[in-house]
Nanobody
Framework: VQLQAFGGGLVQAGGSLRLSCAAS????????VGWFRQAPGKEREFVAA????????YSADSVKGRFTISRDNAKNTVDLQMNSLKPEDTAVYYC?????????????????WGQGTLVTVSS
């Protein structure tokens, strides 16, 4: 499974970005997918996860109400809509596919990782 995250960039605080994760080489429509992020000097942290069908989602408290994860299995993609961005959201964002139908917040449930995309939120 090859994953590629894209859509990052520079945005002012309060703005929005939409990240996309595209899969190739494998259909991920039976796999849970998650987004994680890693800020400079910090450990990687969970952001949001979606089940294989899109019917079950879970977000970290720090982004709840601001970020929305969704998927389009016909396109083999998973998106992360990020609204009301804050400077503390600045990080490299990674998408990952689980070996399970829903991977939850545990990084070890995700054996497949894509290259990250940098999100920078200016104050």
């Amino acid at each position: 499974v090859q994953l590629q995250a894209f859509g990052g960039g520079l945005v002012q605080a309060g703005g929005s970005l939409r990240l996309s994760c595209a899969a190739s080489g494998y259909t991920i429509n039976k796999l849970g997918v998650g987004w994680f992020r890693q800020a400079p000097g910090k450990e990687r942290e969970f952001v949001a996860a979606v089940s294989w069908s899109g019917g079950n989602t879970y977000s970290a408290d720090s982004v709840k109400g601001r970020f929305t994860i969704s998927r389009d299995n016909a396109k083999n993609t998973v998106d992360l809509q990020m609204n009301s961005l804050k400077p503390e959201d600045t990080a490299v964002y990674y998408c990952a596919a689980s070996g399970l139908t829903f991977g939850g917040r545990t990084a070890t449930n995700y054996p497949y990782w894509g290259q990250g995309t940098l999100v920078t939120v200016s104050s």
